[in-house]
């Protein structure tokens, strides 16, 4: 069979979340990519079903919000214990009411799949993201100049030759890139086995319309969650299904021996809390499920994913567009290895606690905070000498500390200052705020946009006087910061700027 030979930046493999968020997000950075995708469609099963305020921020960036509220289950918010489905409820875990104050985007309820399908259809409406399902990576080699990768199409037989300057391996938990880098996995790898039980029935009699979050289920153990709108539900138990069928089992989880029910699938399963003892190989770059692994406890692996690819595009483009230095790809692993380690810590316990009856799951770091509150600590973020924002047990409070995500606020618009972040580093100040910007002006090495916000709360929530600046990531996250004016606002800013950079 003839082989075709491509050259492009990125080789993405896997089309999973973090696959198709890379592909979007160097596309909106002009950068060029190929993503292989072994399914020939997105997966069947509905796998997990929450997207995190911090990653529909970045989605609300993209404009794939919009999509993706179209088709939000509209579930009533938290987790209810029950002995059984026909039971009255032992207790309740709700969210506070009202809208988020620290974001202008809401967690999402919706399946994996169907999550997938709306990601899928923006990424590839870019011409610089060439999506292929049905491609296999056969193999790969590394050099000084990129990876060299084989690729088979597995309906024709047909290989392609793919030369890539780096690969991001977002390949999922079975990570056959992260195997032959000999990259180990630390932490638990057997947080206790389950099954997976999807099928279709007619629940809402003793859900309401508008289903929990999740519902746990003491007297077997097992979770149900609702997954789509036409009926369709997944529960999981603990261990597997011996001695009887999926819809026996089913029924007698739920107290329903009369229910009638279509089995979709089933699907044994290990949580695990574990991350990749490095991210960074070579050329090669893990992400999500390749580079870590997080029990379902809190729903973090999906957002957790994006916010890998959300830290690692930006810095891919600034490389390709000249104004990236050495340490600026080097940075990816200082930052987002402890972050991994951090999530698969929090959420182990969470999940330990949840399914040994020992109280609320996240009694350390709140979700919020799990979300949304880490900090970034490298040589690409300039410290200001402010306490930890990201201590053990802390609840989320929004923060301009570097390398924290810029802090939410509404503009007179009616957007956020989210909505600024994208393309280019944004330096923020407040009226007038003509030295900071003529200090941009004299830096024309890193494209800047410089946004003076008229709003009176945006010195006090980003920690500086009217006078201050704040310089924001593509990513979102603060560079640096200066609390009030400077005697020589260009040399400070360049040099805030090459800092950032990894010049």
């Known amino acids: ?123 590839s409406s870019y011409s610089a993201g060439q999506l292929r399902t049905g491609a296999l990576l056969e193999s790969f080699q590394t050099d000084d100049g990129g990876v ?52 279709r029935a007619e629940l809402a009699g003793l859900t309401g319309a508008q289903p929990r979050g999740i519902y746990f289920l003491t007297a077997t153990g097992a979770a149900l969650i609702w997954t789509h709108a036409d009926d369709r539900w997944v529960i999981s138990q603990p261990g597997p299904v011996t001695g009887e069928d999926p819809a026996t089992a089913v029924r007698r989880v739920l107290g329903l021996p009369d229910l009638a029910l279509d089995v979709l699938a089933t699907n044994p399963w290990t949580a695990a809390a574990q991350s990749a003892a490095q991210y960074v190989h070579g050329p090669v770059f893990l992400a999500g499920d390749a580079a ?79 979300d949304m509150g880490y900090q970034y600590r490298s040589s690409i973020i300039a410290a200001d000498g402010s306490p930890d924002a990201d201590p053990p047990g802390a609840d989320y409070q929004q923060t301009a500390t570097p390398g924290c995500r810029a802090p939410h606020l509404w503009l007179a618009d009616g957007t956020s200052t989210i909505d600024l972040f994208d393309h280019q580093f944004v330096l923020l100040t407040a009226e007038p705020g003509t030295t900071w910007r003529d200090a941009a002006a004299h830096c024309p090495a890193v494209p800047v946009n410089s946004q003076v916000l008229t709003e009176p709360g945006w010195p006090d929530l980003y920690g500086v006087a009217p006078d201050g600046a704040v310089l924001v990531r593509p990513d979102g996250h603060v560079a640096w910061r200066s609390r009030t004016r400077s005697n020589n606002p260009v040399a400070d800013l360049q040099t805030a700027l090459t800092t950032s950079t990894g010049g």
């Open 1 to 123: 069979m003839a082989s075709e030979t491509v050259e492009v930046p990125v080789l993405i493999v896997g089309g999973g979340p973090a696959g198709l968020t890379a592909s979007l997000l160097l596309s909106r950075h002009g950068v060029e990519s190929v993503l292989i995708d072994k399914r020939m469609t997105g997966s069947p099963l509905p796998r997990a079903r929450g997207v995190h305020s911090r990653a529909m921020e970045i989605l609300r960036v993209c404009g794939v919000e919009p999509d993706l509220r179209a088709v939000e289950l509209p579930i009533t918010p938290g987790a209810e214990w029950r002995t059984d489905l026909t039971g009255t409820p032992l207790r309740e875990d709700v969210p506070s009411a009202g809208k988020s104050v620290v974001s202008p985007c809401e967690g999402l309820s919706v399946s994996q799949d169907v999550f997938e399908s709306v990601l899928r259809e923006h990424a």
């Open 292 to 370: 870590h692994r997080f029990p379902p406890a809190g729903a973090t692996g999906v957002s957790a994913a994006m916010h890998d690819v959300h830290n690692l595009a930006w810095k891919i483009a600034a490389a390709i567009h000249g104004h990236g230095g050495d340490k600026l790809l080097d940075s990816y692993a200082a930052e987002r290895e402890p972050v991994g380690r951090r999530n698969a810590d929090e959420t182990g316990t969470a999940w330990s606690r949840l399914f040994n009856g020992d109280g609320a799951p996240f009694s350390g770091r709140s979700l919020a905070q799990l």
């Open 148 to 199: 060299q990768a084989t690729v088979t199409e597995q309906t024709s037989g047909r290989t392609t030759q793919v030369r890539a300057r780096w690969m991001i391996a977002a390949d999922g938990a079975r990570s056959g890139i992260r195997r032959q880098l000999d990259i180990a996995m630390n932490g638990p790898d057997d947080l206790g086995r389950q099954t997976m039980i999807a099928f």
